[in-house]
Nanobody, 120 residues
């Protein structure tokens, strides 16, 4: 069973930094494209950043210049570097990946999410 696992969330002070990771368990699923999303209480899910298999990136307007999405194909993982965090960015952050399942072909997967809380 393919599972994406996020890590790196937690409590940080305003202006602080976190680096989130998203990795596929096992070796059946190879990540091609990854996106990071967040959802705060009472808000709709929001695209934070996206990276393609060719390393083309895009960002939500509110995070441009502060967040950086990256990937490491050798580790079959993706990352989200978040700088100068604001309390309004408190949310559950989830990764989504499209990749190749060695048994099923191209599939999409979601992680369960990691809580990011920005507060003093």
């Amino acid at each position: 069973q393919v599972q994406l696992v996020e890590s790196g969330g937690g409590l940080v002070q305003p202006g602080g930094t976190l680096r989130l990771s998203c990795a596929a368990s096992g070796n059946v699923f190879t990540i091609k494209t990854m996106g990071w999303y967040r959802q705060a209480p009472g808000k709709q899910r929001e695209l934070v950043a996206h990276i393609t298999s060719d390393n083309e990136t895009q960002y939500g307007d509110s995070v441009k210049g502060r967040f950086t999405i990256s990937r490491d194909s050798a580790k079959n993982a993706g990352y989200l570097q978040m700088n100068r965090l604001d309390p309004e960015e408190t949310a559950v952050y989830c990764c989504n990946a499209v990749g190749r399942n060695s048994e099923l072909g191209m599939t999409g997967e979601w992680g369960e999410g990691t809580q990011v809380t920005v507060s003093s």
